[in-house]
């Protein structure tokens, strides 16, 4: 399995083996391929069974790879083919034998649990699932009222945390008071500057209208009453009760 998990780790996260100790010319690291981060996500070694207090003799190839999660880690270490991590950090890492005994998708899905534990802020936010969000709109700086009618797609200032994919739900202010439009977001960190008092835009994103909402279905009385919703100052996700009832309208 050595040469297809290898061509595996090459192709997905464009990361090749380093062997760095002579003494074991077989162990090979796997860092992310990223700038800034030099992370290890993987370590594949060959060790004799005994060392991992397995039955047998001879040696047995394996991947050890960091699972922040206590409790998944544990419920891991109930499956055969899974154990504390040898010679490694064994609150965090785990060894997955490469004898069998460990599905063979069962082991990529755990190599892309040690990849996402050990990359960098930024990247994790790129790689993670699309999101549903709330984003505030105030009528006193444009009028978003009208923003859709003559196109099905805009520029908007861009949200904290919020990604290409994404979806945005746009609640206009006051007298309004209401989500209007559901969004897609198309394009990210287009540059941009602006500065008028209180409101400062460094950069823009692109948003797509899906779908228009009725002024008195999703007022803020009712986000407020429903949804557990009391502000709307800034992009925040939204809860799964309005997530549904945003879906049904």
């Known amino acids: 399995m050595k040469e297809q998990l290898f061509r595996h780790i090459k192709k997905k996260y464009k990361a090749s083996p380093e062997y760095l100790w002579r003494r074991f010319p077989e162990y090979a690291v796997f860092r992310h391929a990223e700038e800034g981060n030099n992370k290890w996500f993987a370590l594949f070694a060959v060790v004799e069974k005994e060392k991992l207090g397995l039955a047998g003799g001879g040696f047995v190839p394996l991947l050890n790879l960091k699972i922040d999660d206590m409790f998944f880690r544990d419920m891991l270490f109930q499956e055969a083919g899974i154990m504390p991590a040898y010679h490694m950090n064994k609150q965090r890492w785990i060894t997955v034998l490469l004898d069998g005994s460990v599905a063979e998708n069962k082991v990529y899905e755990l190599l892309d649990m040690s990849y996402m534990a050990?990359?960098?802020?930024?990247?994790?936010?790129?790689?993670?699932?699309?999101?549903?969000?709330?984003?505030?709109?105030?009528?006193?700086?444009?009028?978003i009222v009208h923003a859709f009618d003559d196109t099905d797609e805009i520029d908007w200032k861009q949200g904290k945390g919020i990604k290409t994919g994404d979806t945005?739900?746009?609640?206009?202010?006051?007298?309004?008071?209401?989500?209007?439009?559901k969004c897609r977001v198309t394009d990210m960190d287009i540059p941009y500057s602006y500065q008028n008092g209180?409101?400062?835009?460094?950069?823009?994103?692109k948003i797509k209208l899906q779908k228009r909402y009725k002024p008195d279905k999703f007022t803020f009385e009712v986000l407020k009453r429903d949804h557990g919703i009391y502000a709307v100052r800034g992009p925040r996700g939204i809860p799964d009760s309005l997530s549904i009832a945003l879906k049904k309208r």
């Open 168 to 181: 945005v739900f746009m609640y206009v202010g006051a007298p309004m008071s209401a989500i209007l439009y």
């Open 198 to 205: 209180d409101l400062t835009i460094t950069s823009l994103m």
């Open 118 to 143: 050990t990359a960098s802020k930024k990247l994790k936010q790129k790689m993670r699932p699309p999101k549903e969000w709330i984003i505030p709109s105030n009528p006193k700086y444009y009028d």
